[in-house]
């Protein structure tokens, strides 16, 4: 079973970057599919983006393409999310999600474990 820790999240204006992290432990993380979820308050829960066990294949939400990308370094047992041109509505709780056994995804209920989330709030 994986753990998954988020961090980078924060206070940026309108226009600005983060890159936001998800470390995991406690599994053969090189095996799982990662993706990235959001939830402001009162939304559902919104997929973000998705890459594969490699690295070789990525997905993004329409409200993201262009402006985020996702990677990972299975040496360090982590997946990154750079986000660039931050809008006010990207403010949100980001989660990390991992699916095992080289699987992925679009949708929530793809992934079986979930970090605790970390905030972005994008002023404007």
């Known amino acids: 079973q994986v753990q998954l820790v988020e961090s980078g999240g924060g206070l940026v204006q309108a226009g600005g970057s983060l890159r936001l992290s998800c470390a995991a432990s406690g599994g053969t993380f090189s095996s799982y599919g990662t993706g990235w979820f959001r939830q402001a308050p009162g939304k559902e829960r919104e997929f973000v983006a998705t890459?594969?066990?490699?690295?070789?294949?990525?997905y993004y939400g329409d409200s993201v393409k262009g402006r985020f990308t996702i990677s990972r370094d299975n040496a360090k047992n982590t997946v990154y999310l750079q986000m660039n041109s931050l809008k006010p509505e990207d403010t949100a709780v980001y989660y990390c999600?991992?699916?095992?056994?080289?699987?992925?995804?679009?949708?929530?209920?793809?992934?079986?474990?979930w970090g605790q989330g970390t905030q972005v709030t994008v002023s404007s």
């Open positions: 890459i594969n066990w490699s690295g070789s294949s990525t």
């Open positions: 999600a991992a699916v095992p056994h080289r699987g992925w995804g679009t949708r929530a209920g793809d992934y079986a474990y």
